[in-house]
């Protein structure tokens, strides 16, 4: 039987990076939501790629017990082999020193992530007929994980299923099939929207996307100064697109992050 979560820290793990300062915004955005709850005792972020690194993490929280939540879009190698290193967790439950941490799945498999997508789309292409759009959801795409592809996948069946009725809801990707600057080919209605499946905004969804979608060139300004989430609609291949920012932006998925606590404790600690 765990502590109450008032005596419990939670921990959102990020990825993180050195080039892009930005890139943590939304976690400590997340992180300060649910700190203004006062559900837990402390809310801490750590990173892969910034300080705090994972390393430090445990050596800046009090509490004995954390629940340790990674905020990434998909189970891969980071979720399954590096934060379980960095973290010496060896299980959903693992005594370190002198703690209890307590690893929830990511936050990018969670049933919700599928409703929020859609209220992403239908927010970015206001007034748009569903029953003549398509929606993209737009992952990295890699070989190195199967995995990393299925939660954008389960998204797409998801969303196919809502009340939403979108003419077409479908996956694409960086760099694996089906690609996604094939997307004019891939949609047959007059409208696209375009929803990049990432935690935060960064190389990929500045420009990265844009490029392959057509309406941004592969030189030009650095990508934090980029307006591109902003000058939607474009007109392109004879159709209307709209483009999102990254989903791990939207204020809501710290809702999903405490939803994510909850199943924790349901499902390895109810007993």
């Given at each position: ?61 009090d509490a ?44 990018g498999i ?39 592809a299925d ?121």
């Amino acid at each position: 039987m765990s502590a109450p979560l008032h005596e419990c820290a939670l921990l959102i793990v990020g990825h993180g990076s050195t080039e892009n300062p930005d890139s943590s915004t939304p976690y400590y955005n997340h992180a300060d939501e649910i700190r203004k709850r006062g559900i837990f005792s402390e809310v801490h972020c750590c990173f892969w790629k910034e300080e705090p690194s994972m390393r430090e993490a445990l050596y800046m929280i009090d509490a004995k017990e954390i629940y340790v939540v990674p905020d990434f879009i998909s189970e891969g190698y980071f979720t399954t082999e590096v934060i379980p290193r960095e973290l010496e967790m060896d299980g959903p439950i693992t005594k370190v020193h002198g703690k209890t941490l307590y690893y929830t799945d990511p936050l990018g498999i969670h049933p919700a992530m599928s409703g929020i997508i859609g209220k992403r789309a239908q927010n970015v292409a206001p007034g748009v007929a569903p029953e003549e759009t398509t929606v993209f959801i737009v992952g990295h795409g890699t070989a190195l994980n199967a995995k990393s592809a299925d939660s954008i996948k389960d998204q797409v069946k998801a969303l196919e299923e809502s009340a939403i009725p979108y003419a077409s809801v479908q996956e694409a990707f960086m760099e694996e099939e089906p690609f996604i600057k094939d997307w004019h080919l891939n949609a047959t209605t007059p409208n696209v929207v375009v929803v990049p499946f990432f935690i935060s905004d960064g190389l990929h969804s500045y420009q990265d996307i844009p490029v392959m979608l057509g309406f941004e060139k592969d030189e030009g300004l650095a990508a934090s100064q980029k307006d591109v989430f902003r000058n939607n609609p474009y007109h392109l291949q004879d159709k209307t697109l709209y483009y999102s920012s990254a989903i791990g932006t939207e204020p809501l998925l710290a809702d999903v992050i405490l939803d994510l606590v909850s199943d924790f404790q349901t499902e390895h600690l109810s007993a």
